[in-house]
């Protein structure tokens, strides 16, 4: 998808955004955030919407949000307000493809259903892979494509509306899959109907444990 169809896309959908596409992918999103916070350190949430996991995040963590779209910031940003979310150190409008942070910045970097909808996701990736630490790990959970069955013919049905409806049906789960700092250390089906992945990648380096 281009930059300006995203853009476009979730103009339209951050008014209506937690009522629809938030309550469908809420078990995803617990999964990857109750994950996060058996850990310590500085997290990055790369797509934080409209900020619908940060109240969810531990109070031992100190989490930093980015997102292209002004309008779901706002919303994310009246969040942490409304709530006295000290655990939010930073919320920021960016682009994904070249986040303004120095090399490993975060212990872990975390993305839930963005990488199906930005532009250029391999280099989204390797942007989360740089700004992690060594030893740290990317939490990804999305969407990709099957080879096989009704869902596949659903997918590849729907992939022409992509710029509609804000996602592509079809993602390809090898185009997140190129990184070479990055091992898979888990990867689970999540419902409904196993739609969605998680995936944890655990960060290699010089100083990074072997998975």
């Not at 531990?58 to 942490?80: C, N, Q, W, Y």
């Not at 942070?101 to 740089?130: G, I, K, N, Q």
């Not at 013919?153 to 049906?169: M, N, Q, T, Y």
């Not at 999540?190 to 960060?203: D, I, K, S, Y």
Request: aromatic share 8%; glycine share 8%; net charge neutral.
């Amino acid at each position: 998808m281009e930059l300006d169809a995203v853009t476009k896309s979730y103009r339209r959908w951050a008014p209506v955004y937690d009522a629809t596409f938030g309550a469908i992918t809420g078990v995803g999103r617990r999964r990857a955030v109750a994950h996060v916070n058996t850990r310590t350190g500085r997290v990055l949430e790369v797509g934080v919407g409209t900020g619908l996991a940060l109240p969810a995040y531990g109070p031992h963590l100190k989490v930093t949000g980015i997102d292209f779209s002004d309008e779901m910031l706002a919303k994310a940003r009246k969040k942490v307000l409304d709530r006295g979310l000290q655990h939010v150190e930073e919320l920021r409008q960016m682009d994904a493809r070249t986040l303004d942070f120095p090399d490993a910045s975060f212990d872990t970097v975390v993305a839930m259903y963005l990488v199906s909808v930005v532009p250029e996701p391999e280099r989204v990736v390797a942007e989360m892979a740089r700004v992690c630490k060594p030893g740290g790990e990317v939490v990804i959970v999305g969407h990709f494509a099957r080879d096989t069955g009704l869902l596949s013919v659903l997918e590849r049905a729907f992939a022409p509306l992509a710029d509609l409806i804000g996602w592509h049906s079809d993602f390809d789960r090898a185009r997140v899959m190129g990184c070479p700092e990055l091992q898979v250390a888990e990867e689970r089906s999540l419902p409904p109907f196993g739609m969605f992945t998680f995936l944890r990648l655990a960060r290699q380096g010089a100083d990074a444990p072997a998975a």
